[in-house]
């Protein structure tokens, strides 16, 4: 089955956690995960994002940088944050990349994964 992957430009950890949420605090402007900034307050997830990704169809995955490049060594070059679909096959394509989230605002976001999502699903089998 189909699976969105939505990965953080920022690593794993609980001390990686609180100097990122400090420096979205302190210095905002350069902060380098525009799907953090986004997604997220200071320390909890925003509830509109939250609720809308349970009205999503597919699967979704959270991921950091660190996760990624061990899980998919082969994306490690991509620029992030980014947001991917992943099929049964192992065929990982980018559905929402680092250039596009410079430009997008929380409604836009979720605006463009939702269009998005709706292109990318296989028909249904009857």
């Given at each position: 089955m189909?699976?969105?992957?939505?990965?953080?430009?920022?690593?794993?950890?609980?001390?990686h956690?609180l100097?990122?949420?400090?420096?979205?605090?302190?210095?905002?402007?350069?902060?380098?995960c525009?799907?953090?900034?986004?997604?997220?307050?200071?320390t909890?997830?925003?509830?509109e994002?939250?609720?809308?990704?349970?009205?999503?169809?597919?699967p979704?995955?959270?991921?950091?940088?660190d996760?990624?490049?061990?899980l998919?060594?082969?994306?490690?070059a991509?620029?992030?944050?980014?947001?991917?679909?992943?099929?049964?096959?192992?065929?990982?394509?980018?559905?929402v990349?680092?250039?596009?989230?410079?430009?997008?605002?929380?409604?836009?976001?979720?605006a463009?994964?939702?269009?998005?999502?709706?292109?990318a699903?296989?028909?249904?089998?009857p």
């Amino acid at each position: 089955m189909m699976q969105l992957l939505f990965v953080y430009n920022a690593n794993s950890g609980a001390g990686h956690a609180l100097l990122d949420a400090l420096h979205k605090l302190l210095s905002p402007a350069t902060y380098s995960c525009t799907l953090c900034s986004l997604t997220y307050g200071a320390t909890r997830m925003r509830p509109e994002w939250k609720a809308f990704l349970q009205t999503l169809p597919l699967p979704v995955v959270f991921l950091y940088r660190d996760q990624l490049v061990d899980l998919y060594p082969h994306l490690a070059a991509l620029p992030l944050p980014a947001v991917f679909t992943d099929d049964t096959t192992g065929t990982v394509a980018p559905l929402v990349t680092a250039a596009e989230f410079r430009h997008l605002d929380l409604s836009g976001l979720m605006a463009l994964v939702q269009a998005r999502v709706a292109g990318a699903r296989p028909p249904a089998t009857p």
